[in-house]
């Protein structure tokens, strides 16, 4: 069965402290694997896709990676304004569905 | 200009009601999609249509029943609701199946009494 895994729940940290957030999945056949910020109240955001093992993407304070069984989302020198819930999700089984983690909520301090 | 859209944004209502929420994208998407999500804020999804057809149904009660009058509305109508109905709904759309990033709406808060 398609599975979603993200560690940590949580993930409290000072600004312009570094970290990373981790996204284990297992699906047969990989669709594609996608990263979204959700802000409260609000919709996913997208933020990126990756296709295959090594592939990575930046954007801003984010950049993700990708290997055969996890990706990571790491936050470099973070602002309070990338306090959010991170939410990783896998292209599954089928073409139509999407599997979501249940997503890693970050607060950044000032 | 809204790519995905949702009616109403809060709904409120007694259990055993009917009630619909309407969802909207003009990104001329092929794929669209019903996401519940609970107060664990877990993301599920519920429906998937493509191209008006359903494609996913996820072992949703038949309660639930999805419309997509045509590529860019796919409404969710719900009979006699419950309880557990209660929780967040998202329509998203896509460019095609799940290879592609979906971009979801502001949620409906559906709350039952």
């Known amino acids: 069965e398609d599975q979603v895994t993200q560690s940590p729940e949580a993930l409290r940290l000072q600004e312009g402290e570094s970290s990373s957030l981790n996204c284990s999945y297992t699906?047969?056949?990989?669709?594609?694997l996608f990263w979204y910020r959700q802000d409260p109240g609000k919709g996913p955001e997208f933020l990126f896709t990756?296709?295959?093992a090594g592939e990575e993407k930046e954007k801003e304070r984010l950049k993700a990676t990708l290997t055969k069984k996890e990706s990571f989302l790491h936050i470099t020198a973070p602002k309070p304004e990338d306090s959010a819930t991170y939410l990783c999700?896998?292209?599954?089984?089928?073409?139509?569905?999407?599997?979501f983690g249940a997503g890693t909520r970050l607060f950044v301090k000032a | 200009d809204t790519a995905v859209s949702q009616t109403p944004k809060y709904l409120v209502t007694q259990m055993g009601n009917d009630k619909s929420i309407k969802c909207e994208q003009n990104?001329?998407?092929?794929?669209m999609y019903w996401y519940k999500q609970d107060s664990k804020k877990f993301l599920k999804i519920m429906f998937s249509?493509?191209?008006?057809?359903?494609?996913i149904n996820e072992t949703v009660p038949n309660r639930f029943s999805p419309k997509s009058p045509d590529k860019a509305h796919l409404n969710l109508h719900i009979n006699s609701l419950e309880l557990g109905d209660s929780a967040v709904y998202f329509c998203?759309?896509?460019?095609?199946?799940?290879?592609?990033?979906?971009?979801f709406g502001p949620g409906t808060r559906l709350t039952v009494t």
């Open positions: 998203a759309s896509s460019a095609g199946g799940s290879s592609y990033e979906q971009y």
């Open positions: 699906v047969s056949g990989l669709r594609g």
């Open positions: 990756l296709y295959s």
């Open positions: 999700a896998v292209g599954g089984t089928g073409g139509f569905k999407t599997i």
């Open positions: 990104l001329g998407h092929d794929t």
């Open positions: 249509y493509n191209n008006k057809e359903l494609i």
